[in-house]
C-alpha cells in the first residue's frame, strides 16, 4: 500500500514523496517519489546506499556528472559525496542505505 500511496501523492506536489520502509540500525529502506521534472535536492548520505527506480526515470547528480537510470537499473550513491535526482518522468524508486 505504501508504494500506491507514494504514486497517488506525486500527482498533487511537486515536491518529493518519502516514505520509510524499513529503519533498522544496519539498514534503512527508503521509497521515493517524483513527479515529472520534480527535483529531490542536492544532500549526502553517510552510509553506503543505491538507488532501484521502480517506475520511470531520473537524472542522477553527483560530482559534476549525470547519470540518467531508467526502470529496474540501479545507480550506486557513494558517502559523502553531494548528490540530487531530478524526475524525467513520474518516478518511483527505492533507496536502500547499510
Given at each position: ?23 533498522g540500525?544496519?539498514q ?8 515529472k ?5 542536492e ?30 537499473e ?14 524525467h ?10
Amino acid at each position: 500500500m505504501i508504494l500506491k500511496e507514494i504514486l497517488s501523492e506525486i500527482e498533487t506536489t511537486d515536491k518529493a514523496v518519502v516514505k520509510k520502509l524499513q529503519n533498522g540500525k544496519e539498514q534503512q529502506v527508503l521509497a521515493i517519489g517524483l513527479q515529472k521534472n520534480a527535483i529531490l535536492k542536492e544532500h549526502k548520505t553517510d552510509i553506503p546506499a543505491k538507488l532501484y527506480v521502480l517506475t520511470g526515470e531520473v537524472v542522477y547528480r553527483a560530482g559534476g556528472t549525470e547519470s540518467i537510470v531508467k526502470q529496474f537499473e540501479e545507480q550506486e550513491i557513494n558517502m559523502g559525496d553531494l548528490h540530487s535526482v531530478k524526475a524525467h518522468e513520474n518516478s518511483l524508486f527505492l533507496v536502500i542505505k547499510g
